[in-house]
């Protein structure tokens, strides 16, 4: 039975993203809060390389082995306003508790954990969504994390689109983002510039740079665009409730702001892409012979 209405459809073309309430359950997602609780709390600094997320489109952007050799591991990135920085004398420390201090846990969950491998790769429901959406002939998944936007010291997702930082030939990414709490224009939701897709072109990626650390290069032929996605009028916010899950088109601008609030803002996301596009060695995440980009629909 078909997961998309026709109407939902129409809606997901015209605007490059598409919220569906209650996707999940209450019961299926409060089973993954309560496993996502359950890893920030199994989170210990001792070994922990400090590696911090920074999304700084301009540069700064993390891209140390920790990062970059996370596509087969469960790796925890810290939020950067969560350390003391470093001094001569002494080094980073934390200024809240561990578990506080995550901005995000990835990239293998859907592989890896059992709760999450369930409600994606094992789950009906997300391959008839797939299946309905018709972008992908053979989608892979990649890239399955949680995004913790913490109390207060929560950081902003600066604009952008996902087939920078997830390029495939021709672009191909499509993200699924899933509320595990409340999501409101308080604690940090999501904002689109609807139908952005239709005229933001790929035209600089995300790349491993050749000197180490990661870096944004161009694509060749592609003319970049003039416009200032920040500064136009059209931006929506998205607030949602938990059991939500947003369709995110690889090419859609969107962004998150920070969480000055007391509550924290906890969500799972994995992104797709199609099998058959060509994704090459220069792309930061890397499969593995190990661990290759799992087929939703091929087992
Ligand atoms: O969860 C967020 O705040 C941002 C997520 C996002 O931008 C993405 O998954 O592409």
């Known amino acids: ?17 598409l919220i569906i309430t209650d996707f999940y359950t209450s019961e299926d997602t409060q089973e993954m809060l309560n496993e996502a609780r359950r890893l920030l709390k199994e989170f210990k600094l001792e070994g922990h390389p400090l590696t911090t997320f920074k999304t700084e489109v301009d540069g700064g ?3 140390d082995d920790y990062f970059l050799g996370s596509n087969d591991k469960i790796r925890y990135f810290l939020e950067t306003s969560s350390l003391s920085p470093a001094t001569q ?8 508790s561990p578990e506080r201090s995550i901005n995000k846990i990835g990239h293998a969950l859907a592989p890896l954990n059992p709760v999450f491998r369930r409600h994606t790769l094992e789950c009906a429901k997300i391959s008839q969504l797939a299946i309905d959406l018709g972008e992908h002939d053979d989608p892979r998944v ?8 913490q109390p207060r010291i929560g950081g902003p997702v600066p604009t ?5 930082f997830l390029y495939t030939d021709p ?12 999501c409101t224009t308080q604690n940090g939701c999501l904002s689109f510039l609807p139908g952005s897709h239709k005229t933001a072109r790929i035209s600089t990626r995300f790349v491993r740079a050749p000197e ?11 003319e970049p665009n ?23 088109h690889g090419s859609v601008m969107h962004r998150s702001p920070p969480n000055p609030s007391d509550s924290s803002r906890l969500i799972y996301t994995f992104h797709m892409i199609e099998g058959k596009a060509k994704y090459d060695e220069r792309n930061w995440l890397q499969p593995t012979r190990e661990m290759p980009f799992p087929s939703l629909l091929r087992g």
């Open 171 to 182: 672009p191909s990414a499509v993200g699924a983002w899933v509320a595990l709490e409340e």
């Open 212 to 222: 180490g650390g990661t870096t944004f290069e161009p694509v060749p032929g592609v």
């Open 226 to 248: 003039e416009e200032k996605w920040d500064e136009m009028d059209g931006w929506v916010e998205a607030p949602v409730r938990p059991g939500t899950l947003v369709l995110i």
């Open 61 to 63: 952007h993390v891209g």
């Open 160 to 164: 952008h689109n996902d087939s920078t």
């Open 89 to 96: 004398t002494s080094p980073a420390k934390l200024l809240v």
């Open 142 to 149: 990649l890239q399955s994390m949680i995004i913790c936007k």
């Open 1 to 17: 039975m078909s997961v998309l209405s026709p109407e939902q459809l129409q809606r997901w073309r015209q605007d490059g993203y």
